[in-house]
């Protein structure tokens, strides 16, 4: 596969916050970058979930939340761009959050990807706010962070309706 061309200012496909923003070139596949990032995260949170638990998936969520942020501030900063469609860390940090609740669960894991592709393109109050009043790389974050509390709540909430067992209650 050969890479995308150099960004501007020097940041190349190959830098660390490249590499790290676009969640390791993912979000340079053609159309929907954003649902192809929430897709990339998918098997790390299974992985994740699986052996060690899903504790480990909020971790890892978290983890890529303050990773993201600084990948991203450098990122922006080297591409003068605002939010670039090609960045994705904030879908893959956003999704793993908002599975967390599904533990190993296949029909719930399913649910919780669609339930979070559905609020971060749809942006209701405040994911909507947060996207515009935050500037630059925290406005990129926050508002998938906010996605992804939604999806996951509405997540416990099928498994309360479902009642289907749950490890976090």
Do not use: C
């Amino acid at each position: 596969m050969t890479p995308p061309a150099p960004k501007t200012d020097g940041l190349s496909f190959w830098h660390p916050a490249s590499l790290i923003a676009t969640w390791f070139g993912t979000g340079h596949l053609p159309k929907a970058p954003g649902t192809f990032g929430s897709l990339a995260a998918l098997p790390l949170a299974w992985v994740l979930a699986e052996r060690i638990g899903p504790w480990a998936v909020v971790a890892a969520g978290l983890a890529l939340f303050v990773i993201g942020h600084i990948a991203v501030t450098i990122y922006l900063r080297h591409t003068r761009t605002e939010d670039p469609g090609e960045v994705v860390i904030d879908e893959v940090a956003g999704q793993l959050l908002a599975v967390a609740p599904a533990a190993l669960d296949p029909l719930a894991f399913a649910l919780g990807f669609v339930l979070f592709r559905i609020f971060d393109i749809m942006k209701p109050w405040p994911v909507n706010a947060l996207e515009r009043g935050l500037p630059g790389a925290a406005g990129v974050m926050a508002d998938d962070t906010a996605a992804a509390l939604y999806a996951a709540s509405l997540l416990i909430v099928f498994f309360i309706v479902t009642e289907r067992p749950n490890v976090f209650f």
